[in-house]
């Protein structure tokens, strides 16, 4: 059984720019969360996908967009860059009715 | 909605000592706790979690914790840190729905503990 895997590792971008992070939910999970953990704060839920539908989503404007696909692989997007918008990005897949989230070892996205 | 306090942003501790890392919680409805270990630069692993039952709950690596209804507490102990525990520990919560609506976990700040040799 694979885990939850995500790509690029890291990425370094410039205000304004826009940019595509991708995540392979583990097998078997169907619903898939992204959080972005800025340095020194705990993870922030950004949204949550869950049969190709948005399904849930926290305190984030629309240029923070995403994506899931029919293999529950997901991408997460986010438009006009800004330099707060440097962190770690998780994903995290789990199974609906199931507690627990599995997470993957993050994009650290640097603004410049 | 929910919150989630850590109480402490760091905690040194000597090797072979016990630990207690403190974490309160706030929410208007029943809730699901959980504790996440991040090493540097990786991802977060889950050590346990409270989903209903006994208050006391034991996980990976020697980790335990108790849940307090009454004080919103999810304090989490262990009797004997060793060097490898250095890292950063979040206690997370959602609410305990069934069924519907998206499952989002609500983080503290984290705790560093430190093991001082």
């Known amino acids: 059984e694979t885990g939850v895997t995500q790509s690029p590792t890291h990425l370094i971008k410039t205000r304004g720019q826009q940019v595509t992070l991708r995540c392979s939910s583990q097998?078997?999970?169907?619903?898939v969360s992204w959080y972005q953990q800025a340095l020194g704060q705990g993870p922030q839920f950004i949204f949550q996908?869950?049969?190709?539908?948005?399904?849930g989503r926290g305190n984030f404007p629309p240029r923070f967009s995403g994506l899931q696909f029919p293999n529950y692989s997901s991408e997460l997007n986010v438009n006009a860059l800004e330099l707060d918008d440097s962190a770690l990005y998780l994903c995290?897949?789990?199974?609906?009715?199931?507690?627990?989230?599995?997470f993957g070892p993050g994009t650290r996205l640097t603004v410049l | 909605a929910q919150s989630v306090t850590q109480l402490d942003s760091q905690v040194p501790v000597f090797e072979e000592a016990p630990v207690e890392l403190r974490c309160n919680y706030s929410?208007?409805?029943?809730?699901?706790l959980f504790w996440y270990v991040q090493y540097p630069n990786q991802g977060l692993q889950l050590l346990l979690k409270?989903?209903?039952?006994?208050?006391l709950v034991k996980g990976i690596n020697g980790f335990e914790a108790e849940f307090n209804k009454s004080q919103t507490s999810f304090h989490l102990r262990k009797p004997s840190v060793h060097i490898s525990d250095t890292a950063e520990y979040f206690c997370a919560v959602r609410e305990a729905i069934s069924g519907g609506g998206a499952d989002g976990l609500t983080f503290g700040k984290g705790t560093h503990l430190i093991i001082q040799p």
């Open positions: 409270y989903l209903s039952g006994s208050t």
């Open positions: 996908y869950y049969r190709e539908e948005e399904n």
């Open positions: 097998s078997g999970h169907n619903t």
């Open positions: 995290a897949s789990s199974v609906p009715g199931h507690d627990t989230q599995y």
């Open positions: 929410s208007s409805v029943s809730v699901y």
